[in-house]
């Protein structure tokens, strides 16, 4: 009967797991020992059986559907990096939000500067955070209105809404350096500031409806 | 060391791949999971021997792999590392299903194994009766390893299929190199057993 090591040592032959004296030493037992012999050679048979049936790759039944289960199940997970807290600068970063965000530019610089009888609007500045993009504005007096063009945006999911805000009116506050500004009924439309870069940062929204 | 399958020439090394998943991009992880698919479905369909099940699982060890990513240092190639993911999702899955008491001896399982789209990957076809031989004796390997204790299942398909040496299969269980080597030694002797007469009828 075999002790345990010696059974070591049988499958330590097989898998070549043997150093090369150990190795020598068993090639010397197994020439002694016909029923050794026949056991290692059916073993090794049997290896060499096991790995010709049973491949180490086979083909993923609908593997198309296969990646792309996994993709559906990605979307829904956490991010893998958690933001802090996203920044409206970050949010801004979005290529298919670049003209959304350069609205809201501009209507954190437009004051609509609407006199008593002229009611015409007025470009103060315009920030685009993206400088592959190029917005430009068109005022058409006849038409009362002012229109943005932006030149290099990607293509926008026809399912994204672009809003405008009308501003009747703007206050800043030199003391927190926040500019409110104020819709047609006087309510307050969005609240901005500056950040340490002296780019544009939205501290509040009113949601429209 | 599972063989992995290396990008060809002009591929996306896999180590920028996961850091660009590391970053957020599950494009990058597509290109992972269609590099590493067949070699993790291969892997979970010798554990359990169905095809549906072997894919779910396939599917649960990816997406673990990506939730796992943050975490993954590229201390070891990508592939090893999902390797052992996807060794225990189905032995967890494996072993769960024994303390249900459901289905590890089943030989349903094996029946219906070979489905449309399932093929191994193709090799050179061999004369009809001794493919004939061959086809019976893969039938019979597959019953055989069915019939094995998730342990004993284990350590026989990660030697014998992916190649690990015995400090690998050690890491990977893990577990004492004195029980792999134990492990395998009694899985052998239980194959070797079950496929006797397959052996003896010269198949």
């Given at each position: 009967?075999?002790?345990?090591?010696?059974?070591?040592?049988?499958?330590?032959?097989?898998?070549?797991?043997?150093?090369?004296?150990?190795?020598?030493?068993?090639?010397?037992?197994?020439?002694?020992?016909?029923?050794?012999?026949?056991?290692?050679?059916?073993?090794?048979?049997?290896?060499?059986?096991?790995?010709?049936?049973?491949?180490?790759?086979?083909?993923v039944?609908y593997g198309d559907f296969f990646n792309s289960q996994i993709q559906v199940r990605l979307a829904q997970e956490e991010p893998l990096i958690p933001e802090?807290?996203a920044?409206?600068?970050d949010w801004?970063r979005l290529p298919t939000l670049?003209?959304?965000?350069?609205?809201?530019?501009?209507?954190?610089?437009?004051?609509?500067?609407?006199?008593?009888?002229?009611?015409?609007?007025?470009?103060?500045?315009?920030?685009?955070?993206?400088?592959?993009?190029?917005?430009?504005?068109?005022?058409?007096?006849?038409?009362?209105?002012?229109?943005?063009?932006?030149?290099?945006?990607e293509a926008?999911p026809?399912?994204?809404?672009?809003?405008?805000?009308?501003?009747?009116?703007?206050?800043?506050?030199?003391?927190?350096?926040?500019?409110?500004?104020?819709?047609?009924?006087?309510?307050?439309?969005?609240?901005?500031?500056?950040?340490?870069?002296?780019?544009?940062?939205?501290?509040?929204?009113?949601?429209?409806? | 060391?599972?063989?992995?399958t290396?990008p060809?020439?002009?591929e996306v090394s896999d180590s920028d791949l996961v850091k660009r998943c590391q970053a957020g991009d599950t494009r990058a992880f597509d290109v992972l999971v269609s590099r590493y698919r067949g070699k993790v479905y291969?892997?979970?369909?010798?554990?359990?021997?169905?095809?549906?099940?072997?894919w779910d699982?396939s599917q649960e060890a990816f997406i673990k792999a990506w939730r796992a990513m943050p975490n993954f240092?590229l201390?070891?190639?990508f592939y090893?590392w999902l390797?052992?993911i996807t060794?225990?999702v189905?032995?967890?899955?494996?072993?769960?299903?024994?303390?249900?008491?459901?289905?590890?001896?089943?030989?349903?399982?094996?029946?219906?194994?070979?489905?449309?789209?399932?093929?191994?990957?193709?090799?050179?076809?061999?004369?009809?009766?001794?493919?004939?031989?061959?086809?019976?004796?893969?039938?019979?390997?597959?019953?055989?390893?069915?019939?094995?204790?998730?342990?004993?299942?284990?350590?026989?398909?990660?030697?014998?299929?992916?190649?690990?040496?015995?400090?690998?299969?050690?890491?990977?269980?893990?577990?004492?190199?004195?029980?792999?080597?134990?492990?395998?030694?009694?899985?052998?002797?239980?194959?070797?057993?079950?496929?006797?007469?397959?052996?003896?009828?010269?198949?």
């Open positions: 009967m075999k002790t345990p090591s010696e059974d070591h040592d049988l499958i330590r032959w097989l898998d070549g797991e043997m150093t090369d004296a150990e190795r020598a030493r068993f090639s010397t037992r197994l020439a002694a020992d016909p029923d050794l012999k026949a056991e290692v050679e059916m073993m090794q048979r049997m290896s060499s059986d096991l790995r010709a049936h049973l491949p180490a790759e086979m083909t039944p802090a807290r920044s409206w600068l801004l670049i003209t959304a965000t350069a609205a809201v530019a501009i209507a954190g610089f437009m004051i609509m500067q609407k006199g008593p009888a002229a009611g015409d609007s007025v470009v103060l500045s315009i920030y685009v955070p993206n400088a592959s993009v190029h917005a430009r504005t068109f005022h058409s007096d006849e038409a009362q209105a002012t229109v943005l063009m932006l030149d290099g945006v926008i026809a399912d994204r809404k672009i809003v405008g805000y009308y501003i009747e009116r703007t206050e800043t506050d030199q003391e927190v350096a926040t500019t409110t500004l104020y819709g047609k009924s006087g309510e307050v439309v969005l609240v901005v500031s500056k950040d340490v870069r002296n780019q544009p940062r939205l501290l509040s929204a009113t949601p429209r409806g | 060391m599972p063989a992995s290396a060809e020439p002009g291969a892997m979970t369909y010798h554990m359990i021997q169905n095809e549906t099940e072997a699982l240092k201390d070891s190639a090893t390797y052992r060794h225990n189905t032995y967890d899955w494996l072993r769960k299903k024994k303390m249900h008491g459901d289905g590890e001896f089943d030989d349903s399982r094996t029946e219906h194994r070979v489905a449309a789209g399932a093929e191994a990957v193709p090799r050179n076809e061999p004369a009809p009766d001794i493919a004939l031989k061959n086809a019976e004796l893969g039938k019979r390997i597959n019953d055989a390893i069915a019939k094995l204790s998730p342990e004993h299942k284990q350590v026989i398909l990660l030697r014998e299929v992916e190649g690990l040496a015995y400090e690998e299969i050690a890491q990977t269980i893990p577990c004492s190199l004195g029980t792999v080597m134990s492990r395998l030694f009694y899985a052998r002797k239980k194959l070797q057993e079950m496929l006797k007469d397959a052996y003896e009828n010269a198949l």
